[in-house]
């Protein structure tokens, strides 16, 4: 039984909150997407099957919908609207990113619908928040981003290069995984109290959280971090960490050793590849790997021997990616407890074995076209109550009848 079995999820159909929809799907939830006459806009958008556009082809909506139920009710529509009262009744949660003054407009926003169903759960989920009038202004997932600022982070130690957007919807989806973090955590406050609550999810703060450093340091010293080529923006600048391996391809050895264990480790791993010899500063990894009480990596730059002994890891490292492969590198560095990663492409990334043995590719049949396709997987493990993708996304209406009559 997967986490939230028993858990009817109606879902105002939006491009913005697809993505928490099928979170709630795709662990077990009844997601009844509603849809316009028409049919949600993203029904059209590519890639598509065969790079062929055409009904139920697309690949981008076949992503965000597994899982779901469809439904056309046209809410300007007085007895369709009825009827979308009807299942919101009958709902734990409704999730929507409608423009901040429609719902209360059609008189189904959570003050009507809350007196049919107490314990509703209603999760908005706009640019600014319900009360700010800019969350009906023309907006895109990259003016999003901009916006929430997380871009200003994201780029390349030459700062004469203008910053590097994140790409694949990262400001629907880091708005999407709060409103999903505040749906669940009213389903365990309802389970308490019988009470249901209405969440305002203010997408640009969302994404002004998750800045890493750059929003705290502003707030609170008022400085500014700067962006570095594959590194976490800093206020101080540092060191470059990535490296060109022996098959030309880059890995990043963002975590050096830190631990006596782990200069030790690295020690033998040079010892092993027959590098010992090249690599002078290895009396430092030695010294590293035999240090006594904490090592204080606050003093790097003050310390001459700490100093050299944490430079003595990072050499080390770059010195062996130099000597193999990128994926050799990767996995002597896992066998060696250091944290480092190759530097793959998306397609490399999903063909990757350990992603493979840990079940992110999933199989679905698509009935419609005769077909069985290969999915990304979940992506959390959950032992105990599994994540299941199971069923392709919906066509136009396809569960109205099943859905409505049971109302």
């Not at 926003?109 to 969350?135: F, K, V």
């Not at 895109?140 to 600022?149: N, S």
């Not at 800093?234 to 490296?243: D, E, F, S, Y």
């Amino acid at each position: 039984m997967s986490a939230l079995n028993g858990i009817r999820v109606v879902e105002l159909a939006n491009e913005r909150i697809a993505f928490a929809g099928k979170l709630m799907a795709d662990m077990g939830a009844d997601v009844i997407l509603v849809e316009p006459p028409g049919g949600e806009p993203s029904r059209h958008y590519p890639p598509y099957l065969n790079d062929q556009p055409g009904e139920n082809r697309s690949l981008y909506f076949w992503h965000y919908n597994t899982n779901k139920r469809s439904v056309v009710l046209n809410l300007d529509d007085e007895a369709d609207r009825a009827q979308f009262r009807a299942l919101v009744a009958s709902a734990d949660v409704l999730l929507e990113s409608e423009p901040t003054t429609r719902l209360g407009t059609l008189g189904i926003d959570y003050p009507q619908l809350s007196q049919d169903n107490p314990g509703l759960i209603h999760a908005a989920m706009t640019p600014y928040g319900r009360a700010e009038p800019d969350s009906d202004l023309p907006q895109t997932d990259l003016t999003l981003m901009a916006a929430g600022g997380p871009p200003w982070s994201c780029g390349y130690d030459d700062h004469s290069l203008p910053p590097v957007r994140g790409w694949g919807n990262q400001g629907f989806h880091t708005g999407c995984h709060f409103t999903y973090m505040s749906v669940l955590t009213a389903l365990l406050s309802r389970g308490n109290t019988g009470n249901g609550q209405f969440i305002d999810v203010s997408m640009t703060a969302a994404l002004n959280v998750t800045t890493e450093a750059a929003s705290y340091a502003w707030l609170v010293c008022e400085a500014t971090v700067q962006r570095q080529t594959g590194r976490h923006a800093a206020v101080k600048l540092t060191g470059p960490t990535q490296i060109r391996c022996a098959d030309g391809k880059y890995a990043n050895t963002g975590v050096p050793p830190r631990f006596p264990d782990e200069f030790g480790r690295l020690h033998a791993w040079l010892d092993q590849l027959g590098l010992i010899e090249e690599f002078p500063e290895a009396v430092f990894l030695e010294m590293g790997a035999q240090w006594e009480g904490p090592f204080d990596l606050s003093q790097i730059g003050t310390d001459d021997t700490i100093t050299a002994i944490f430079s003595a890891g990072r050499e080390g490292l770059k010195l062996i990616a130099r000597s193999v492969s990128a994926y050799d590198f990767f996995i002597g560095c896992q066998n060696a407890s250091l944290t480092v990663g190759p530097i793959n492409s998306p397609e490399e990334v999903y063909e990757d074995p350990h992603f493979k043995a840990r079940g992110f590719q999933v199989e679905v049949e698509h009935d419609d076209f005769d077909l069985t396709v290969r999915y990304p997987g979940a992506p959390y493990k959950l032992p105990a109550s599994p994540w299941a993708l199971s069923r392709r996304a919906p066509h136009l209406d396809e569960h109205a009848q099943e859905v409505l009559s049971a109302l």
